[in-house]
């Protein structure tokens, strides 16, 4: 490790070559600080929504593949049924009635 004056700093270790206790590298972060502000980028995500997107004909990918999804609906796929519905209406939620009796806990 070097100074702005370019002489080396010592750095303390142990006799394993391990850090010392309560050593901190000078480029850790403070508390409360983050060094990735805008988060992980999804680059696959990126690339697949730049060619769902690009016009092939008169209609993009993403339009041709929702007329599919439809298509599939109409005709009784109830994968694509519960896609349709799951994108437009929300998931439906899910209950779990429990009762408690004396010490034991009973989930139906």
């Known amino acids: 490790m070097t100074e702005s004056n370019g ?3 010592a750095i303390t270790r142990n006799e394993k070559g391990q850090f010392a206790s309560g050593y901190t590298p000078p480029t850790a972060w403070k508390p409360g600080q983050s060094g990735n502000l805008n988060g992980r980028r999804s680059a ?3 690339i ?11 209609k ?7 007329d599919k ?3 599939m609906a109409e005709r ?3 994968a694509a049924i519960k896609e349709i519905l799951d994108r437009t209406d929300g998931r439906s939620k899910e209950y779990i009635e429990q009762r408690i009796t ?3 806990v009973v989930i139906e």
Do not use: C, F, V, Y
Request: aromatic letters at 0%; proline letters at 3%; hydrophobic letters at 35%.
């Open 48 to 58: 697949l929504n730049e060619l769902l997107d690009a016009p092939k004909d008169e």
């Open 44 to 46: 696959a995500k990126d």
């Open 69 to 71: 999804l439809i298509m």
């Open 60 to 66: 993009s990918r993403r339009e041709r593949l929702l």
């Open 7 to 9: 002489k080396q700093k």
């Open 102 to 104: 004396r010490d034991e």
């Open 76 to 78: 009784g796929n109830l």
